[in-house]
């Protein structure tokens, strides 16, 4: 007994030692020490993409051949919200990573520590290590040859706490085939009432219950990957408000309650239907269960009769003709499409040697060959002008359809998509809390759904219900979200929830033992 409340009570010091550990801010060091070694961890995402390893593999050896006393460790995560727990759990232990692949959103997050993510105001425009710095070994991008809409995406609070990686937004995948088959012909602006109604009539069937546009059992004509862009952008296209730039909470009104009517009818037929309840659209689509798919452009690789990543079996795969186009729209003269894409964030640590040694990596990942090498593994554009113009990416561009792999014509399609349209894109307000909202966008368009296929009832008490338990979990209404403090952090991540666990049951023990021990002594 005594043992074990020995280990819990050191157990319960550790944690709050490490779960209390203050930083100073980064300040960048006048020379790099090049006679010590480093080790940067590095955590990226990658979802079974092995060009994408590559790529990653081979920037970490051509870099260490530059800085060979600099040794990155790379840990790779299937999707983004584990990266995002995994390093809300690090920091109250101060095991966070050197370098991360993440979103603005989520580092608003992590900026609720003191100095746990490292300020780049300094770094960007330092002389010698900045961007284009006279002591690289590399040649790096200047500061102005950042395509300006993607790097003012990594600013919190007028600083810059992230450099853009690399970028994508959304696109509609149609499959041409069925809609022509179906009587229609697609327009050059497609509008949200055209892909419904179109999305409609694919629900007709035979007498045998099969679909008459692919005689098959199995037809749901349009699906949604990103519930919550979906949420965003509607919002966006009607000028109705989503949140503020101080961080006010405006999701709940009229205009969400009209979209969220609107697609419940939709629901209850079956034309419409998103990823979480149905599985991914690009599978639907190239199973010809799909007409109308709206997904990353990074996802372009999956999409389509011939796509080089399909994940279904060769033999349920329909041929058909894919078009890439800009996803609906409410009013086509003032286009609006979502700017998406991961950035690179840097934590800090009490070695400034250390933080600069990841800087140098992370700024690495901007040279033309990682970032033209990593744009080619699917639907992405370059963050940086000068490998967006270079040749060796305008030959990349211009060889679409050559090949079924490396220039599908798909994944080009969609990548030109986002170069024509950039002056069309948008960003949401980023600030503690921000991560929450957007979960909560989508979780209302997939709330909706669900309960319209179980045959609820959808009317205004509905909503106000639904409104309010969104609110309650991930705590929307707290007065705080709009004053700048202290924010809800989202659901907690597994570890956290065993540590406070952990907790509990020691004090329980503790104050048992001490119980044990005054009842022994009488």
Not at 140 to 168: G, H, N, Q
Not at 511 to 521: A, E
């Amino acid at each position: 007994m005594k043992k074990l409340l020995l280990i819990l009570i050191a157990f319960l010091l550790l944690s709050g030692c490490h779960g209390s550990k203050q930083r100073n801010a980064f300040s960048v060091p006048e020379e790099f020490d090049l006679s010590r070694e480093y080790d940067v961890v590095f955590w990226a995402k990658n979802d079974t993409n092995k060009n994408q390893v590559n790529v990653y593999e081979n920037a970490i050896r051509s870099f260490e051949e530059l800085y060979p006393n600099i040794h990155v460790q790379v840990k790779y995560y299937t999707d983004y919200l584990r990266i995002y727990n995994d390093v809300i759990t690090n920091i109250s232990t101060d095991t966070t990573p050197n370098v991360c692949i993440t979103y603005p959103d989520h580092i608003a997050t992590y900026l609720t520590g003191d100095n746990v993510v490292v300020s780049l105001d300094d770094l960007l425009i330092d002389e010698n290590y900045g961007l284009g710095g006279k002591k690289l070994k590399f040649n790096s991008p200047d500061k102005d040859e950042l395509v300006e809409e993607f790097l003012d995406e990594c600013k919190i609070a007028d600083s810059y706490y992230a450099i853009p990686f690399m970028r994508s937004t959304e696109a509609l995948y149609i499959n041409k085939t069925y809609v022509e088959k179906l009587g229609y012909h697609i327009p050059e602006e497609i509008s949200w009432d055209f892909v419904f109604e179109v999305s409609e009539k694919a629900m007709a069937k035979d007498d045998e219950g099969n679909y008459l546009v692919n005689g098959q059992k199995v037809m749901i004509p349009f699906i949604y990957k990103s519930t919550d862009n979906m949420m965003i952008t509607m919002l966006k296209q009607l000028k109705a408000p989503y949140s503020s730039e101080k961080g006010e909470v405006l999701l709940f009104n009229d205009v969400t309650e009209d979209i969220l009517k609107n697609l419940s009818a939709h629901s209850a037929t079956g034309a419409f239907s998103t990823f979480k309840i149905s599985s991914y659209p690009a599978n639907f689509l190239n199973a010809g269960q799909c007409i109308f798919a709206i997904d990353s452009t990074a996802g372009s690789t999956w999409m389509g009769s011939k796509a080089p990543l399909s994940d279904i079996a060769e033999e349920n795969i329909v041929e058909f003709e894919t078009v890439v186009t800009a996803i609906p729209q409410y009013d086509s003269t003032n286009k609006q499409m979502i700017s998406q894409g991961p950035s690179i964030c840097i934590f800090n640590k009490e070695d400034k040697q250390e933080v600069l040694a990841s800087w140098l990596f992370a700024q690495y990942l901007l040279t033309d060959e990682v970032q033209i090498g990593y744009a080619k593994t699917e639907g992405y554009v370059p963050v940086s002008q000068a490998a967006a113009s270079s040749d060796a990416y305008q030959e990349y561009l211009s060889l679409g359809g050559s090949d079924d792999n490396e220039h599908y014509q798909v994944k080009i399609d969609a990548t030109k998509l986002l170069l024509a349209n950039i002056d069309h894109t948008f960003v949401t307000p980023v600030f503690n809390g921000s991560a929450s909202l957007r979960e909560a966008a989508g979780q209302l368009i997939e709330n909706t759904c669900k309960s319209t296929r179980r045959k609820e009832t959808i009317d205004d008490e509905y909503f106000r219900k639904l409104y309010s338990d969104l609110n309650l979990l991930y705590h929307l209404d707290d007065a705080s979200l709009a004053l700048g403090g202290p924010k809800d952090l989202g659901p907690l991540p597994f570890e956290a929830k065993l540590l406070l666990g952990s907790l509990g049951v020691s004090w329980v023990l503790i104050i048992s033992y001490v119980i044990y021990k005054r009842k022994k002594s009488c």
